[in-house]
């Protein structure tokens, strides 16, 4: 090969910072395929030329960086990385080395290799004393308390050593994942990317409580220190660790080649069975007093090697491309195909993100596309291998649930659904409406909307309207005590005003702060159905996009259906955004720094309720910039910019007058 010193500079540098996204950010940025890839051909260019080589190359220590954000803890023991290879010849040659290098008889020990974050956990007196990340093997971070909070992690071991460190991987199981995503969606928050990445950000978190709610498991796969007892091999180690309560990798004792190369076939094929993530399996010499003769390189244990399970792909024929509607009524398509087997299961079923993935594809049903399981977990389709159709899939114009128009986010690739009483969308769309800046109505938190739900108590938002306190009561976990609150909190709710119910209803583009201005300029729901886009486009602040968006929801059938049970509930449809007088009428606020005298939510109440608006960004066409203790650099934007600053005194000169 023809390497040069520029390239290899270059590689060094795209390494070193998807090192930086994996190991720091837990938001890789390529598979770890790929990463592996660029690796070994760093390591081919290292080889060939030795002068070249970086202090800084990810060859020449493990991945990682110590956080300022957590107390800093030196491992008594290093934890090492493994060496990675990819295909039975470098096992067997690896195995065939190991026999060359020890002259007794040995044997070996295979373990799947969990995709996690990598911990070590010390004992005291068989009693937890403290845990730390690997960060760059020889220094991590405190994350004692966090994995306090891991079910699995036992806090009291039995005939433990008086001291003992043990070495696990922290994971986050594949029901967990599936369960926090589900609970995300209906929240509205962000999904998690995968596993491993959600396990390694979970356990980094400040709040040991936020770490709690994610419910992490631990697996333990080796002893790093244990004073005053001495281990023969391995494999003893694993079982003395069982035997103390600790969860333990599974093993397979393995002498040959042969052996090796079967369990790694076997781990592989049976990676379905695990509650976890595998990116390959691991083969390690059994015998300790070994270990230590052949010691370690500078980065790597000499006794032990990583082989990676490589991404399987496989063609099939498509058979259907169906449409499935998310709890955000984002439309998905899925392509069904002949079944095939990858990475240890049977795959029916491939991704095909959207419809602009589909028409750079080409592909349609009849169809045969070359299919990849991405990270283990969701098989992708990768490409069209032989077009048997004609032209490509093209998405409904309408949802496949409920039958309302579809439209296309006009910043992205997505295509939603526009329908108010979709089914798809119910859970999210109902704990939106009762969420703190839409109707406010309390003790109505996502678990009680899908026990109602799971009830056949509610379908719709305004269905909460027509709860009453027997069937309410009579919902798992709710009681007349409960029930009587809610219905109670609900009848409250309907004096909530306009600009709440606007921001109840989900229409896009339509937040808290939208839905004041509109209340402010009409002030009831009627005057606002029937005003025109160009109507809506002179107030303030909203543009064409939301105005399109704001009639194009008002003429649904659906939200109609809607709007008629909310007004024979009840719920008021009046604007409550009272304004003192419009001294502020033009203005805009931006607010930065800490306030003495009133909250930020009052500040910005206060100026709304005098005509203004609040902003969250400095521009030239800001009014004032409302500043408290210590502001940041919002202060400095507006005196390069020449806004003029209010203190707080001025600011209640302002509202006194």
Not at 322 to 350: D, S, Y
Not at 478 to 491: D, F, P, Q, T, V
Not at 534 to 552: F, H, R, S
Not at 591 to 601: I, M, N, P, Y
Request: proline share 5%; with cysteine.
């Amino acid at each position: 090969m023809n390497y040069t010193i520029e390239g290899y500079n270059a590689l060094v540098e795209r390494l070193l910072e998807l090192s930086v996204a994996y190991y720091d950010n837990d938001a890789p940025l390529v598979s770890d395929f790929e990463y592996d890839r660029m690796n070994n051909e760093l390591k081919a260019m290292e080889a060939a030329h030795p002068e070249w080589v970086r202090p800084d190359s990810p060859t020449q220590h493990v991945g990682g960086h110590v956080s300022e954000a957590f107390a800093p803890v030196e491992h008594p023991v290093p934890l090492e990385s493994l060496q990675d290879v990819f295909s039975f010849e470098e096992v067997t040659a690896f195995v065939e080395k190991m026999d060359a290098s020890v002259d007794a008889p040995h044997d070996y020990v295979a373990e799947p290799k969990i995709d996690g974050l990598s911990v070590a956990v010390e004992y005291r007196g068989g009693v937890l004393y403290r845990g730390a990340t690997r960060g760059n093997g020889a220094v991590g971070e405190d994350v004692t308390e966090n994995l306090r909070t891991i079910r699995s992690l036992p806090k009291k071991l039995k005939n433990a050593p008086e001291r003992i460190i043990v070495r696990g991987e922290v994971y986050m199981s594949h029901d967990t994942f599936r369960t926090i995503n589900a609970r995300n969606e209906v929240e509205g928050l962000p999904l998690l990317a995968n596993p491993r990445n959600a396990a390694a950000g979970s356990l980094r978190q400040k709040d040991p409580a936020v770490c709690a709610q994610r419910m992490l498991d631990i697996i333990c796969f080796n002893i790093q220190l244990a004073e005053g007892v001495t281990y023969k091999d391995h494999y003893e180690t694993l079982e003395a660790m069982a035997a103390m309560g600790l969860p333990v990798v599974a093993h397979t004792l393995c002498r040959t080649p042969k052996d090796c190369g079967d369990a790694i076939t076997a781990i592989g094929e049976g990676r379905e069975n695990y509650p976890f993530d595998i990116d390959g399996a691991v083969i390690k010499l059994n015998d300790l007093a070994q270990r230590q003769v052949l010691g370690s390189t500078a980065k790597y244990p000499r006794w032990a090697v990583a082989y990676k399970y490589p991404p399987e792909k496989k063609p099939s024929r498509v058979v259907d491309i169906l449409i499935q509607v998310g709890r955000t009524g984002v439309l998905t398509p899925k392509a069904v195909i002949e079944p095939i087997r990858l990475a240890g299961t049977t795959v029916t079923n491939a991704t095909l993100h959207n419809q602009d993935f589909i028409e750079n594809l080409g592909v349609n049903v009849g169809d045969t596309v070359l299919v990849q399981k991405a990270g283990e977990i969701i098989p992708e389709v990768l490409e069209v291998v032989k077009k048997d159709s004609e032209g490509c899939f093209r998405f409904p114009e309408t949802c496949p649930v409920c039958g309302a128009p579809v439209v296309r986010d006009e910043d992205g690739a997505a295509i939603r659904c526009t329908g108010a009483e979709c089914p798809a969308q119910r859970l999210r769309n109902i704990v939106h409406f009762a969420s703190k800046d839409a109707m406010d109505i309390d003790g109505l938190g996502p678990a009680v909307v899908e026990a109602l739900d799971k009830a056949g108590l509610i379908r719709t938002p305004a269905e909460l309207y027509y709860l009453d306190g027997q069937s309410v009561a009579a919902v798992e976990r709710m009681g007349k005590r409960s029930a009587e609150n809610l219905i109670a909190n609900l009848e409250e709710s309907k004096g909530r005003g306009l600009a709440r119910l606007l921001c109840a209803f989900g229409i896009r583009q339509v937040g808290a702060k939208a839905a004041k201005v509109l209340a402010r300029h009409f002030a009831t729901l009627d005057e606002l159905m029937a005003a025109t886009e160009e109507q809506l486009t002179a107030v303030d602040d909203v543009g064409a996009v939301t105005a399109k968006y704001i009639t194009e929801w008002f003429a649904s059938e659906q939200s109609q259906h809607q709007i008629r049970l909310l007004r024979q509930a009840g719920v008021s449809f009046e604007s409550r955004e009272e304004i003192a007088d419009d001294r502020f009428a033009g203005k805009t606020f931006v607010l930065t720094g800490t306030l003495e005298r009133f909250t930020r939510s009052e500040a910005e109440a206060i100026i709304e309720r005098f005509g203004g608006k609040a902003s969250g960004s400095v521009s030239k066409k800001t009014s004032y910039v409302l500043a408290g203790a210590a502001p940041g650099s919002k202060l400095t934007k507006a005196q390069s910019l020449g806004v003029p600053i209010l203190t707080e005194e001025d600011f209640a000169k302002l509202i006194e007058e």
